[in-house]
C-alpha cells in the first residue's frame, strides 16, 4: 500500500512539472511571437492566456491585428 502511493505521488509530481514546464515555454514563444509581430504583450497576459487553455487564440488574434 506504501509503495502504490509512493508511485502515486511520484506519478502526480512528474505530471505537475511536465505541464508547468510546457504552460512556461508556450507563455514564452507567445511573448517572442509577440514581439516578433511589432505587439507589445506582457508575461502576465499571456500566462493567463496560456494558464486558461487559450494561448493558440490569442496567437490568431495577434496574427489578425485584431490584439487589444
Do not use: H
Not at 16 to 39: I, M, N, Y
Amino acid at each position: 500500500m506504501m509503495l502504490e502511493g509512493s508511485v502515486l505521488t511520484i506519478c502526480l509530481l512528474a505530471w505537475l512539472f511536465l505541464k508547468t514546464a510546457k504552460q512556461t515555454d508556450e507563455r514564452q514563444e507567445l511573448v517572442e511571437f509577440a514581439r516578433g509581430q511589432g505587439v507589445e504583450l506582457t508575461d502576465s497576459r499571456a500566462a493567463r492566456a496560456v494558464a486558461a487553455g487559450r494561448g493558440e487564440e490569442l496567437r490568431e488574434r495577434i496574427v489578425a491585428g485584431s490584439f487589444s
